[in-house]
Protein backbone atom coordinates (compact mmCIF):
# COMPACT_ATOMS: atom_id res chain seq x y z
CA UNK A 1 0.00 0.00 0.00
CA UNK A 2 1.44 3.54 0.44
CA UNK A 3 5.27 3.70 0.32
CA UNK A 4 7.64 6.48 1.97
CA UNK A 5 10.89 7.48 0.86
CA UNK A 6 13.37 9.96 2.29
CA UNK A 7 17.20 10.92 1.83
CA UNK A 8 19.28 13.05 3.01
CA UNK A 9 23.04 13.17 2.49
CA UNK A 10 26.13 13.52 -0.83
CA UNK A 11 23.59 12.05 -3.71
CA UNK A 12 20.79 13.83 -5.43
CA UNK A 13 17.78 13.69 -3.14
CA UNK A 14 15.12 13.60 -6.03
CA UNK A 15 17.18 10.92 -7.90
CA UNK A 16 17.23 8.26 -4.96
CA UNK A 17 13.41 9.56 -3.99
CA UNK A 18 12.33 8.77 -7.40
CA UNK A 19 13.89 5.66 -8.09
CA UNK A 20 12.54 4.62 -4.64
CA UNK A 21 9.53 5.24 -5.08
CA UNK A 22 9.40 3.73 -8.60
CA UNK A 23 10.82 0.55 -6.96
CA UNK A 24 7.60 0.99 -4.30
CA UNK A 25 5.01 1.30 -7.33
CA UNK A 26 4.24 -2.82 -6.93
CA UNK A 27 2.97 -2.02 -3.14
CA UNK A 28 0.20 -0.41 -5.13
CA UNK A 29 -1.03 3.03 -5.45
CA UNK A 30 -3.24 5.57 -6.55
CA UNK A 31 -1.03 9.24 -6.22
CA UNK A 32 1.96 10.51 -5.29
CA UNK A 33 4.50 13.00 -4.40
CA UNK A 34 7.72 14.36 -3.46
CA UNK A 35 9.03 17.86 -1.47
CA UNK A 36 13.04 18.70 -1.38
CA UNK A 37 15.19 21.59 -0.25
CA UNK A 38 16.68 23.37 -3.34
CA UNK A 39 19.74 23.79 -2.61
CA UNK A 40 20.06 26.81 -5.34
CA UNK A 41 17.73 29.33 -3.23
CA UNK A 42 17.27 27.49 -0.49
CA UNK A 43 13.36 27.27 -0.77
CA UNK A 44 11.46 23.96 -0.20
CA UNK A 45 9.52 22.44 -3.21
CA UNK A 46 6.53 20.11 -3.70
CA UNK A 47 5.03 18.47 -6.56
CA UNK A 48 2.30 15.88 -6.14
CA UNK A 49 -0.30 14.32 -9.14
CA UNK A 50 -2.78 11.82 -8.67
CA UNK A 51 -1.83 8.53 -11.00
CA UNK A 52 1.99 7.37 -11.24
CA UNK A 53 5.20 8.27 -10.17
CA UNK A 54 6.33 8.41 -13.92
CA UNK A 55 3.97 11.09 -14.34
CA UNK A 56 5.43 13.09 -11.03
CA UNK A 57 8.78 12.85 -13.18
CA UNK A 58 7.88 13.60 -16.58
CA UNK A 59 5.99 17.05 -14.97
CA UNK A 60 8.21 18.60 -13.30
CA UNK A 61 11.50 19.95 -12.93
CA UNK A 62 14.16 18.12 -10.77
CA UNK A 63 17.50 19.63 -12.49
CA UNK A 64 17.97 21.78 -9.30
CA UNK A 65 20.53 20.62 -6.60
CA UNK A 66 19.67 19.22 -3.75
CA UNK A 67 20.71 16.77 -0.99
CA UNK A 68 17.45 16.27 1.49
CA UNK A 69 13.84 15.03 0.45
CA UNK A 70 11.08 12.73 1.07
CA UNK A 71 8.49 10.92 -1.13
CA UNK A 72 5.60 8.99 -1.07
CA UNK A 73 3.15 7.07 -2.86
CA UNK A 74 -0.19 7.49 -1.84
CA UNK A 75 -3.26 4.14 -1.42
CA UNK A 76 -6.33 6.53 -0.55
CA UNK A 77 -8.09 5.85 2.86
CA UNK A 78 -8.99 9.23 4.11
CA UNK A 79 -10.19 11.42 0.74
CA UNK A 80 -9.87 10.83 -2.72
CA UNK A 81 -6.94 9.93 -4.66
CA UNK A 82 -6.55 13.62 -5.70
CA UNK A 83 -3.15 16.13 -5.81
CA UNK A 84 -4.40 17.74 -2.57
CA UNK A 85 -5.12 14.46 -0.51
CA UNK A 86 -1.94 13.12 -1.96
CA UNK A 87 1.65 13.71 0.27
CA UNK A 88 3.31 15.14 1.65
CA UNK A 89 1.70 17.36 3.55
CA UNK A 90 2.43 20.67 5.24
CA UNK A 91 1.45 22.40 8.08
CA UNK A 92 -0.87 25.16 8.33
CA UNK A 93 2.68 28.23 8.45
CA UNK A 94 3.93 25.23 5.61
CA UNK A 95 6.98 25.24 8.54
CA UNK A 96 6.71 21.39 8.94
CA UNK A 97 6.32 18.62 5.51
CA UNK A 98 4.85 15.38 6.52
CA UNK A 99 4.65 11.78 4.93
CA UNK A 100 3.38 8.97 6.56
CA UNK A 101 1.76 5.26 5.97
CA UNK A 102 -0.96 4.37 8.15
CA UNK A 103 -4.07 5.39 9.66
CA UNK A 104 -4.06 7.62 12.91
CA UNK A 105 -7.94 6.47 14.33
CA UNK A 106 -7.83 9.23 17.11
CA UNK A 107 -7.36 12.17 14.89
CA UNK A 108 -10.88 13.97 14.71
CA UNK A 109 -10.54 13.98 18.44
CA UNK A 110 -6.39 15.35 18.49
CA UNK A 111 -8.13 18.47 16.04
CA UNK A 112 -10.86 19.34 18.49
CA UNK A 113 -8.60 19.43 21.65
CA UNK A 114 -5.32 20.94 20.01
CA UNK A 115 -6.59 22.54 16.42
CA UNK A 116 -8.87 24.72 17.01
CA UNK A 117 -8.91 28.05 15.16
CA UNK A 118 -6.91 25.23 12.25
CA UNK A 119 -8.04 24.85 8.90
CA UNK A 120 -7.38 22.03 6.74
CA UNK A 121 -6.95 21.57 3.06
CA UNK A 122 -7.03 18.44 2.32
CA UNK A 123 -8.80 15.07 3.74
CA UNK A 124 -6.18 12.95 5.51
CA UNK A 125 -5.44 12.33 9.28
CA UNK A 126 -1.65 13.02 7.89
CA UNK A 127 -2.35 17.02 7.35
CA UNK A 128 -3.37 16.99 11.52
CA UNK A 129 0.01 15.66 12.55
CA UNK A 130 1.80 18.39 10.91
CA UNK A 131 -0.42 20.83 12.39
CA UNK A 132 0.05 19.37 16.00
CA UNK A 133 4.08 19.21 15.51
CA UNK A 134 3.48 23.07 14.21
CA UNK A 135 1.47 23.33 17.65
CA UNK A 136 3.65 22.26 19.72
CA UNK A 137 6.67 23.61 18.20
CA UNK A 138 5.44 27.25 19.28
CA UNK A 139 6.67 26.43 22.79
CA UNK A 140 8.86 23.56 22.24
CA UNK A 141 12.32 22.39 20.36
CA UNK A 142 11.00 20.73 17.21
CA UNK A 143 12.05 16.94 18.70
CA UNK A 144 10.59 18.00 21.64
CA UNK A 145 7.24 18.54 19.22
CA UNK A 146 7.30 15.61 17.17
CA UNK A 147 7.88 13.34 20.54
CA UNK A 148 4.47 14.99 22.39
CA UNK A 149 2.55 14.60 18.60
CA UNK A 150 3.73 10.97 18.68
CA UNK A 151 2.40 10.39 22.14
CA UNK A 152 -0.50 11.44 21.15
CA UNK A 153 -0.93 9.59 18.33
CA UNK A 154 -3.67 6.47 18.19
CA UNK A 155 -3.27 4.05 15.12
CA UNK A 156 -0.27 3.06 13.16
CA UNK A 157 2.21 5.15 11.17
CA UNK A 158 5.45 5.59 9.63
CA UNK A 159 6.15 9.13 9.38
CA UNK A 160 8.99 11.47 7.88
CA UNK A 161 9.20 15.01 8.71
CA UNK A 162 10.90 17.88 7.23
CA UNK A 163 11.10 21.11 9.09
CA UNK A 164 11.91 24.26 7.24
CA UNK A 165 14.06 25.48 9.91
CA UNK A 166 16.36 22.53 9.98
CA UNK A 167 17.69 22.48 6.88
CA UNK A 168 19.93 19.57 7.50
CA UNK A 169 17.66 16.86 9.63
CA UNK A 170 15.23 14.49 8.93
CA UNK A 171 12.88 12.99 11.32
CA UNK A 172 11.22 9.66 11.67
CA UNK A 173 9.18 7.66 13.57
CA UNK A 174 7.06 4.58 13.10
CA UNK A 175 4.60 2.09 14.85
CA UNK A 176 3.03 -0.57 13.56
CA UNK A 177 3.79 0.55 9.87
CA UNK A 178 6.85 -0.77 8.48
CA UNK A 179 10.08 1.71 8.00
CA UNK A 180 13.28 0.76 7.84
CA UNK A 181 16.39 2.97 7.55
CA UNK A 182 19.08 2.15 4.85
CA UNK A 183 23.14 3.82 5.28
CA UNK A 184 26.26 4.41 2.90
CA UNK A 185 29.05 6.78 3.05
CA UNK A 186 26.63 8.54 0.24
CA UNK A 187 23.42 9.37 2.85
CA UNK A 188 21.31 7.91 4.90
CA UNK A 189 17.92 6.22 3.22
CA UNK A 190 14.81 5.80 5.08
CA UNK A 191 12.12 3.57 3.10
CA UNK A 192 8.62 2.15 3.90
CA UNK A 193 10.02 -1.12 2.22
CA UNK A 194 13.31 -2.89 1.82
CA UNK A 195 13.18 -2.34 -2.16
CA UNK A 196 13.31 1.64 -1.63
CA UNK A 197 16.82 0.73 -0.10
CA UNK A 198 18.11 -1.20 -2.48
CA UNK A 199 20.75 0.16 -4.72
CA UNK A 200 22.22 2.98 -2.27
CA UNK A 201 22.69 1.54 1.14
CA UNK A 202 25.11 -0.99 2.18
CA UNK A 203 23.24 -1.70 5.54
CA UNK A 204 19.86 -1.67 6.37
CA UNK A 205 18.32 -1.19 9.92
CA UNK A 206 14.84 -2.20 11.10
CA UNK A 207 12.88 0.57 13.65
CA UNK A 208 10.67 -0.71 16.56
CA UNK A 209 7.56 0.23 16.78
CA UNK A 210 7.44 3.81 19.22
CA UNK A 211 10.83 4.68 17.96
CA UNK A 212 11.88 8.16 16.92
CA UNK A 213 14.91 8.93 14.58
CA UNK A 214 16.85 12.18 14.02
CA UNK A 215 19.51 11.98 10.79
CA UNK A 216 21.51 14.71 9.89
CA UNK A 217 23.71 15.93 7.80
CA UNK A 218 26.53 17.73 9.52
CA UNK A 219 29.69 16.76 6.99
CA UNK A 220 28.96 13.53 7.26
CA UNK A 221 25.03 12.54 7.29
CA UNK A 222 24.79 9.88 10.53
CA UNK A 223 21.37 9.08 12.32
CA UNK A 224 20.32 8.52 16.05
CA UNK A 225 17.39 6.09 17.00
CA UNK A 226 15.37 7.41 20.51
CA UNK A 227 13.29 5.44 22.29
CA UNK A 228 9.57 7.49 23.12
CA UNK A 229 10.83 8.91 26.17
CA UNK A 230 13.96 10.21 24.54
CA UNK A 231 16.75 7.91 25.47
CA UNK A 232 19.07 6.27 23.08
CA UNK A 233 18.75 3.28 21.36
CA UNK A 234 20.84 1.43 19.16
CA UNK A 235 19.62 -0.40 16.10
CA UNK A 236 21.06 -3.59 14.86
CA UNK A 237 22.47 -3.60 11.71
CA UNK A 238 21.93 -6.09 8.70
CA UNK A 239 24.03 -6.45 5.45
CA UNK A 240 22.43 -5.39 2.38
CA UNK A 241 22.39 -8.61 0.36
CA UNK A 242 19.77 -7.34 -2.78
CA UNK A 243 21.22 -6.17 -5.41
CA UNK A 244 19.01 -3.84 -7.78
CA UNK A 245 19.32 -6.55 -10.87
CA UNK A 246 17.55 -8.87 -8.34
CA UNK A 247 14.10 -6.59 -8.34
CA UNK A 248 14.27 -5.75 -12.04
CA UNK A 249 12.02 -7.73 -15.06
CA UNK A 250 15.40 -9.19 -16.57
CA UNK A 251 14.05 -9.10 -19.97
CA UNK A 252 10.29 -10.22 -19.45
CA UNK A 253 7.96 -8.18 -20.24
CA UNK A 254 5.86 -8.28 -16.86
CA UNK A 255 7.46 -9.17 -13.58
CA UNK A 256 4.50 -11.48 -13.21
CA UNK A 257 5.72 -13.93 -16.20
CA UNK A 258 9.42 -13.71 -14.92
CA UNK A 259 8.03 -14.67 -11.35
CA UNK A 260 5.66 -17.49 -12.93
CA UNK A 261 8.90 -18.47 -14.73
CA UNK A 262 11.13 -18.45 -11.42
CA UNK A 263 9.41 -21.19 -10.07
CA UNK A 264 10.91 -24.12 -10.46
CA UNK A 265 14.32 -21.91 -9.65
CA UNK A 266 12.39 -21.36 -6.20
CA UNK A 267 11.37 -24.92 -5.22
CA UNK A 268 15.25 -25.67 -5.75
CA UNK A 269 16.48 -22.87 -3.67
CA UNK A 270 13.92 -24.11 -0.94
CA UNK A 271 15.09 -27.67 -0.80
CA UNK A 272 18.84 -25.77 -0.46
CA UNK A 273 18.06 -24.03 2.08
CA UNK A 274 15.79 -26.79 4.47
CA UNK A 275 18.35 -29.71 3.11
CA UNK A 276 20.97 -30.45 6.05
CA UNK A 277 23.19 -33.01 5.53
CA UNK A 278 20.50 -34.77 2.69
CA UNK A 279 17.73 -34.81 5.05
CA UNK A 280 15.05 -32.23 4.38
CA UNK A 281 14.71 -30.54 8.47
CA UNK A 282 13.43 -27.38 10.11
CA UNK A 283 15.24 -25.95 13.35
CA UNK A 284 14.12 -27.30 17.00
CA UNK A 285 12.85 -24.27 18.03
CA UNK A 286 10.10 -24.76 14.98
CA UNK A 287 9.79 -28.23 15.74
CA UNK A 288 9.18 -27.57 19.77
CA UNK A 289 6.69 -25.14 18.90
CA UNK A 290 4.44 -28.10 17.45
CA UNK A 291 4.73 -30.28 20.83
CA UNK A 292 2.11 -31.51 22.43
CA UNK A 293 0.01 -29.22 20.29
CA UNK A 294 -3.66 -31.23 19.67
CA UNK A 295 -4.71 -28.56 16.67
CA UNK A 296 -3.20 -25.97 14.45
CA UNK A 297 -5.01 -22.34 13.64
CA UNK A 298 -3.93 -21.43 10.02
CA UNK A 299 -4.67 -17.67 9.33
CA UNK A 300 -3.96 -15.72 5.97
CA UNK A 301 -5.40 -13.57 3.77
CA UNK A 302 -6.33 -14.05 -0.50
CA UNK A 303 -3.54 -16.52 -1.45
CA UNK A 304 -1.79 -17.25 1.08
CA UNK A 305 -5.11 -18.47 2.61
CA UNK A 306 -5.13 -20.53 -0.22
CA UNK A 307 -1.64 -22.00 0.87
CA UNK A 308 -2.81 -22.26 4.04
CA UNK A 309 -6.21 -24.66 2.73
CA UNK A 310 -3.16 -26.74 1.32
CA UNK A 311 -1.64 -26.27 4.01
CA UNK A 312 -4.42 -27.60 6.20
CA UNK A 313 -4.19 -31.10 4.10
CA UNK A 314 -0.41 -31.71 4.58
CA UNK A 315 -0.76 -31.02 8.29
CA UNK A 316 -3.73 -33.25 8.66
CA UNK A 317 -2.72 -36.16 5.65
CA UNK A 318 1.57 -36.20 6.78
CA UNK A 319 1.57 -34.68 10.31
CA UNK A 320 -1.82 -36.18 11.65
CA UNK A 321 -2.47 -32.70 13.62
CA UNK A 322 -5.89 -31.53 13.08
CA UNK A 323 -6.02 -28.60 11.33
CA UNK A 324 -8.34 -25.52 10.49
CA UNK A 325 -8.00 -23.06 8.41
CA UNK A 326 -9.43 -18.67 8.72
CA UNK A 327 -9.85 -15.55 6.89
CA UNK A 328 -7.32 -13.22 9.18
CA UNK A 329 -10.17 -10.43 8.91
CA UNK A 330 -12.69 -13.26 10.14
CA UNK A 331 -11.08 -14.41 12.62
CA UNK A 332 -9.38 -10.68 13.94
CA UNK A 333 -12.85 -10.25 15.27
CA UNK A 334 -15.07 -13.09 15.48
CA UNK A 335 -12.70 -15.56 16.69
CA UNK A 336 -14.23 -19.36 16.93
CA UNK A 337 -14.53 -21.43 19.93
CA UNK A 338 -10.55 -22.46 20.39
CA UNK A 339 -8.67 -25.32 21.56
CA UNK A 340 -6.18 -24.75 24.65
CA UNK A 341 -3.14 -26.24 23.22
CA UNK A 342 -2.98 -25.39 19.44
CA UNK A 343 -0.44 -23.32 17.53
CA UNK A 344 -1.22 -20.37 15.47
CA UNK A 345 0.56 -20.38 11.72
CA UNK A 346 0.37 -17.04 10.13
CA UNK A 347 1.23 -16.97 6.36
CA UNK A 348 1.67 -14.21 4.63
CA UNK A 349 4.26 -13.47 2.00
CA UNK A 350 4.61 -9.21 3.10
CA UNK A 351 4.17 -10.05 6.61
CA UNK A 352 3.15 -7.05 6.99
CA UNK A 353 -0.77 -7.78 6.35
CA UNK A 354 -2.87 -5.54 9.00
CA UNK A 355 -5.48 -8.08 9.39
CA UNK A 356 -3.04 -10.81 10.41
CA UNK A 357 -1.50 -8.09 12.91
CA UNK A 358 -4.51 -8.18 14.45
CA UNK A 359 -5.13 -11.35 14.91
CA UNK A 360 -1.13 -11.60 16.19
CA UNK A 361 -1.73 -9.31 18.82
CA UNK A 362 -5.53 -10.81 19.94
CA UNK A 363 -3.71 -14.32 19.71
CA UNK A 364 -0.63 -13.35 22.02
CA UNK A 365 -2.79 -11.84 24.34
CA UNK A 366 -4.93 -15.22 24.71
CA UNK A 367 -1.16 -16.91 25.48
CA UNK A 368 -1.17 -19.01 22.20
CA UNK A 369 2.25 -19.36 20.18
CA UNK A 370 2.85 -18.02 16.90
CA UNK A 371 4.33 -19.52 13.58
CA UNK A 372 4.93 -16.99 10.78
CA UNK A 373 5.66 -18.14 7.33
CA UNK A 374 6.37 -15.35 5.33
CA UNK A 375 8.96 -14.28 2.76
CA UNK A 376 10.27 -11.35 4.29
CA UNK A 377 12.09 -12.70 7.37
CA UNK A 378 12.23 -8.76 8.91
CA UNK A 379 9.04 -8.14 8.57
CA UNK A 380 6.56 -7.07 11.57
CA UNK A 381 5.13 -10.58 11.63
CA UNK A 382 8.13 -12.60 11.37
CA UNK A 383 9.27 -10.54 13.91
CA UNK A 384 6.56 -10.54 16.83
CA UNK A 385 5.04 -14.15 16.00
CA UNK A 386 7.26 -16.62 18.60
CA UNK A 387 9.47 -17.92 15.35
CA UNK A 388 8.94 -17.72 11.34
CA UNK A 389 10.04 -19.44 8.76
CA UNK A 390 11.20 -18.11 5.20
CA UNK A 391 9.72 -19.06 2.63
CA UNK A 392 12.63 -18.11 0.08
CA UNK A 393 10.88 -16.75 -3.31
CA UNK A 394 12.65 -13.92 -3.45
CA UNK A 395 11.47 -10.49 -4.07
CA UNK A 396 7.64 -10.98 -5.45
CA UNK A 397 7.16 -7.22 -7.19
CA UNK A 398 4.33 -8.27 -9.19
CA UNK A 399 0.96 -7.60 -6.80
CA UNK A 400 -0.51 -10.39 -8.14
CA UNK A 401 0.97 -13.70 -5.76
CA UNK A 402 2.42 -16.26 -7.75
CA UNK A 403 6.17 -17.86 -7.01
CA UNK A 404 5.27 -17.01 -3.43
CA UNK A 405 2.26 -18.54 -3.18
CA UNK A 406 4.08 -21.99 -4.85
CA UNK A 407 6.83 -21.26 -2.27
CA UNK A 408 4.33 -21.09 0.57
CA UNK A 409 2.99 -24.23 0.33
CA UNK A 410 6.32 -25.82 -0.53
CA UNK A 411 7.71 -24.80 2.55
CA UNK A 412 4.09 -25.62 4.42
CA UNK A 413 4.66 -29.58 2.78
CA UNK A 414 8.47 -29.11 4.16
CA UNK A 415 7.57 -28.50 7.61
CA UNK A 416 4.42 -30.98 7.89
CA UNK A 417 6.68 -33.71 6.12
CA UNK A 418 9.58 -33.26 9.09
CA UNK A 419 6.75 -33.42 11.87
CA UNK A 420 5.47 -36.64 9.72
CA UNK A 421 6.20 -40.08 11.93
CA UNK A 422 6.25 -41.97 8.79
CA UNK A 423 7.91 -40.46 6.08
CA UNK A 424 5.66 -41.88 3.17
CA UNK A 425 7.85 -40.56 -0.03
CA UNK A 426 11.30 -38.50 -0.31
CA UNK A 427 10.14 -35.42 -0.34
CA UNK A 428 12.98 -33.68 -1.65
CA UNK A 429 13.38 -36.31 -4.75
CA UNK A 430 9.99 -35.66 -5.27
CA UNK A 431 10.33 -31.80 -5.28
CA UNK A 432 13.16 -31.83 -7.88
CA UNK A 433 10.87 -33.96 -10.04
CA UNK A 434 8.10 -31.64 -9.44
CA UNK A 435 10.46 -28.57 -10.72
CA UNK A 436 11.14 -29.85 -13.86
CA UNK A 437 7.52 -31.23 -14.50
CA UNK A 438 7.53 -27.11 -13.76
CA UNK A 439 9.57 -26.44 -16.29
CA UNK A 440 7.70 -28.41 -18.89
CA UNK A 441 4.63 -26.31 -18.41
CA UNK A 442 6.21 -23.18 -18.51
CA UNK A 443 8.33 -23.48 -22.09
CA UNK A 444 4.59 -24.34 -23.39
CA UNK A 445 3.28 -20.85 -22.61
CA UNK A 446 2.58 -20.00 -25.69
CA UNK A 447 0.28 -22.89 -26.36
CA UNK A 448 -1.65 -21.59 -23.25
CA UNK A 449 -1.98 -17.56 -24.50
CA UNK A 450 -3.51 -19.58 -27.84
CA UNK A 451 -5.32 -21.70 -25.99
CA UNK A 452 -6.68 -18.72 -23.99
CA UNK A 453 -7.44 -16.79 -27.27
CA UNK A 454 -9.58 -19.39 -28.51
CA UNK A 455 -12.04 -20.48 -25.27
CA UNK A 456 -11.85 -17.73 -22.60
CA UNK A 457 -14.37 -15.05 -24.31
CA UNK A 458 -17.18 -14.43 -21.89
CA UNK A 459 -16.94 -11.96 -19.25
CA UNK A 460 -17.01 -14.39 -16.33
CA UNK A 461 -15.54 -17.84 -15.99
CA UNK A 462 -15.98 -21.13 -13.51
CA UNK A 463 -12.63 -23.25 -11.93
CA UNK A 464 -13.36 -26.62 -10.79
CA UNK A 465 -11.94 -29.59 -8.94
CA UNK A 466 -12.47 -31.80 -5.93
CA UNK A 467 -10.03 -32.07 -2.82
CA UNK A 468 -7.21 -30.25 -3.22
CA UNK A 469 -7.96 -29.48 -6.68
CA UNK A 470 -10.61 -27.52 -5.19
CA UNK A 471 -8.17 -25.64 -3.55
CA UNK A 472 -6.57 -24.70 -6.64
CA UNK A 473 -9.62 -23.40 -8.48
CA UNK A 474 -10.12 -20.83 -5.51
CA UNK A 475 -6.41 -19.54 -6.22
CA UNK A 476 -6.71 -20.20 -9.69
CA UNK A 477 -10.15 -17.61 -9.86
CA UNK A 478 -8.45 -15.42 -7.55
CA UNK A 479 -5.96 -14.45 -9.94
CA UNK A 480 -7.63 -14.48 -13.58
CA UNK A 481 -9.89 -11.97 -11.56
CA UNK A 482 -7.66 -9.50 -10.03
CA UNK A 483 -5.28 -9.06 -13.15
CA UNK A 484 -8.20 -9.93 -15.85
CA UNK A 485 -11.23 -8.22 -14.03
CA UNK A 486 -13.10 -11.56 -15.45
CA UNK A 487 -15.90 -12.53 -13.01
CA UNK A 488 -14.52 -16.06 -12.04
CA UNK A 489 -15.45 -18.48 -9.09
CA UNK A 490 -13.30 -21.71 -7.90
CA UNK A 491 -15.88 -24.44 -7.20
CA UNK A 492 -15.80 -27.51 -5.64
CA UNK A 493 -16.87 -29.47 -9.20
CA UNK A 494 -19.99 -31.57 -7.10
CA UNK A 495 -21.24 -28.83 -6.05
CA UNK A 496 -22.11 -26.92 -9.05
CA UNK A 497 -24.98 -28.73 -9.57
CA UNK A 498 -27.03 -27.69 -6.10
CA UNK A 499 -27.61 -23.93 -7.50
CA UNK A 500 -24.58 -22.35 -9.49
CA UNK A 501 -25.34 -24.46 -12.42
CA UNK A 502 -27.80 -22.28 -13.17
CA UNK A 503 -25.07 -19.83 -14.62
CA UNK A 504 -24.19 -21.96 -17.45
CA UNK A 505 -24.99 -20.99 -20.75
CA UNK A 506 -23.74 -21.04 -24.05
CA UNK A 507 -19.85 -20.85 -24.23
CA UNK A 508 -19.43 -19.69 -20.28
CA UNK A 509 -15.85 -21.43 -19.76
CA UNK A 510 -15.40 -24.30 -17.37
CA UNK A 511 -11.63 -24.81 -16.41
CA UNK A 512 -11.38 -28.36 -14.65
CA UNK A 513 -8.20 -29.00 -12.22
CA UNK A 514 -8.13 -33.15 -11.95
CA UNK A 515 -4.53 -34.37 -10.25
CA UNK A 516 -6.00 -36.75 -8.15
CA UNK A 517 -6.78 -40.52 -8.89
CA UNK A 518 -9.56 -40.93 -6.28
CA UNK A 519 -11.86 -38.52 -7.83
CA UNK A 520 -11.16 -38.54 -11.36
CA UNK A 521 -14.12 -40.17 -12.62
CA UNK A 522 -16.26 -37.84 -10.51
CA UNK A 523 -14.95 -34.61 -11.85
CA UNK A 524 -15.03 -35.85 -15.10
CA UNK A 525 -18.82 -36.20 -14.97
CA UNK A 526 -19.39 -32.98 -13.71
CA UNK A 527 -17.40 -31.73 -16.77
CA UNK A 528 -19.86 -33.67 -18.61
CA UNK A 529 -22.74 -31.35 -16.71
CA UNK A 530 -21.39 -28.77 -17.64
CA UNK A 531 -20.66 -29.42 -21.00
CA UNK A 532 -24.59 -30.52 -21.63
CA UNK A 533 -25.44 -27.00 -20.79
CA UNK A 534 -22.88 -25.36 -23.46
CA UNK A 535 -20.09 -24.72 -21.40
CA UNK A 536 -16.92 -24.34 -23.03
CA UNK A 537 -14.41 -26.37 -21.39
CA UNK A 538 -10.92 -26.45 -20.41
CA UNK A 539 -9.49 -29.17 -18.68
CA UNK A 540 -6.22 -29.20 -16.71
CA UNK A 541 -5.28 -33.43 -15.57
CA UNK A 542 -2.11 -34.90 -14.89
CA UNK A 543 -1.00 -37.83 -17.66
CA UNK A 544 -1.97 -40.79 -15.65
CA UNK A 545 -5.48 -39.45 -15.50
CA UNK A 546 -5.50 -37.35 -19.01
CA UNK A 547 -7.74 -38.21 -21.62
CA UNK A 548 -6.20 -37.66 -25.17
CA UNK A 549 -8.84 -34.95 -25.83
CA UNK A 550 -7.44 -32.62 -22.31
CA UNK A 551 -6.32 -29.32 -22.98
CA UNK A 552 -3.50 -28.98 -20.92
CA UNK A 553 -1.95 -32.61 -19.91
CA UNK A 554 1.07 -31.84 -17.00
CA UNK A 555 3.30 -34.57 -16.17
CA UNK A 556 2.85 -37.37 -13.41
CA UNK A 557 3.92 -36.08 -10.27
CA UNK A 558 3.60 -36.95 -6.15
CA UNK A 559 0.20 -36.59 -6.12
CA UNK A 560 0.88 -34.76 -2.59
CA UNK A 561 2.41 -32.01 -4.95
CA UNK A 562 0.25 -31.83 -7.72
CA UNK A 563 -0.91 -28.41 -6.33
CA UNK A 564 2.01 -27.22 -7.04
CA UNK A 565 1.93 -27.98 -10.46
CA UNK A 566 -1.67 -27.64 -11.86
CA UNK A 567 -1.37 -23.63 -10.44
CA UNK A 568 1.55 -22.52 -13.43
CA UNK A 569 -1.24 -23.12 -16.17
CA UNK A 570 -3.81 -21.53 -14.16
CA UNK A 571 -1.48 -18.39 -13.00
CA UNK A 572 -0.34 -18.33 -16.76
CA UNK A 573 -3.86 -18.54 -17.99
CA UNK A 574 -4.29 -15.14 -15.99
CA UNK A 575 -1.46 -13.43 -17.40
CA UNK A 576 -2.17 -13.95 -21.12
CA UNK A 577 -6.05 -12.89 -20.62
CA UNK A 578 -5.07 -10.00 -18.72
CA UNK A 579 -2.09 -9.33 -22.01
CA UNK A 580 -4.75 -9.91 -24.34
CA UNK A 581 -7.15 -7.29 -22.43
CA UNK A 582 -4.15 -4.81 -22.53
CA UNK A 583 -4.26 -4.54 -18.87
CA UNK A 584 -1.51 -3.62 -16.48
CA UNK A 585 -0.53 -6.76 -15.45
CA UNK A 586 1.72 -5.73 -12.67
CA UNK A 587 -0.79 -3.32 -10.74
CA UNK A 588 -4.21 -4.40 -11.08
CA UNK A 589 -6.50 -1.83 -10.48
CA UNK A 590 -7.76 -1.11 -6.69
CA UNK A 591 -5.13 -3.35 -5.27
CA UNK A 592 -1.88 -3.55 -3.43
CA UNK A 593 0.45 -5.78 -2.64
CA UNK A 594 0.97 -5.50 0.58
CA UNK A 595 -2.54 -4.59 2.85
CA UNK A 596 -0.72 -2.65 5.87
CA UNK A 597 -4.81 -1.50 6.52
CA UNK A 598 -7.70 -3.26 8.00
C1 LIG B 1 -3.36 -12.15 -4.61
C2 LIG B 1 -2.58 -11.70 -3.47
C3 LIG B 1 -3.31 -11.37 -2.21
C4 LIG B 1 -2.42 -11.65 -0.99
C5 LIG B 1 -3.12 -11.14 0.28
C6 LIG B 1 -2.31 -11.44 1.52
O1 LIG B 1 -2.53 -12.44 -5.69
O2 LIG B 1 -1.39 -11.55 -3.54
O3 LIG B 1 -4.52 -12.04 -2.12
O4 LIG B 1 -2.18 -13.02 -0.90
O5 LIG B 1 -3.31 -9.76 0.18
O6 LIG B 1 -1.06 -10.85 1.47
P1 LIG B 1 0.17 -11.41 2.30
O7 LIG B 1 0.47 -12.77 1.81
O8 LIG B 1 1.28 -10.44 2.05
O9 LIG B 1 -0.29 -11.42 3.73
Known sequence: MCGIVGYIGKLKATDVILNGLKKLEYRGYDSCGISFLNEENY????????????????????????????????????????QVNSHPHSSASERFIVVHNGVIDNYKELTARYLQGFSFISETDTEVIADLIENFAKTMS???????????????YALLVMDKEKNDTIYAAKNKSPLLIGS??????????????VGNSDYYYLIEDKTFI???????????????????????????DLADNEIDKGGYEHFMLKEISEQPAVIRRIISKY???????????????????????????GTSMHAGFIGRFYFENLAKIPTEVFIASEFAYNPPLLE??????????????????????NVKKMGYEVLTITNVITSTLAREADHALEIYAGPEIAVASTKAYVAQVTVLAILAYVLSEEKPFDLAFELSRLSVAMEAIIDKK??????????????????????????????AALKLKEISYIQTEGFAAGELKHGTIALIEKDVPVIAIISQKAINHNTRNNI??????????????????????????????????SPLLTVIPTQLIAYYKAKELKLDIDKPRNLAKSVTVE
Not at 54 to 73: A, C, E
Open 340 to 361: KDALFVLISQSGETADLRTCLV
Open 528 to 561: QEVRARGATTIIIATEALSDSADDIILSDVHEFL
Open 142 to 156: TEEAIRKTLSLLEGS
Open 446 to 475: EYIEKLVEKKLKKRNCFYIGRGIDYYTSLE
Open 214 to 240: VAQKNGKTTFQAYDIIGKSVKLQQHKM
Open 275 to 301: LINGILEVSEKTKNLFKNKKRIYILAA
Open 43 to 82: KYVTYKTPGRVDHLINSYDYKMNNFIGIGHTRWATHGKPN
Open 184 to 197: SDKGVTFGSDLMAL
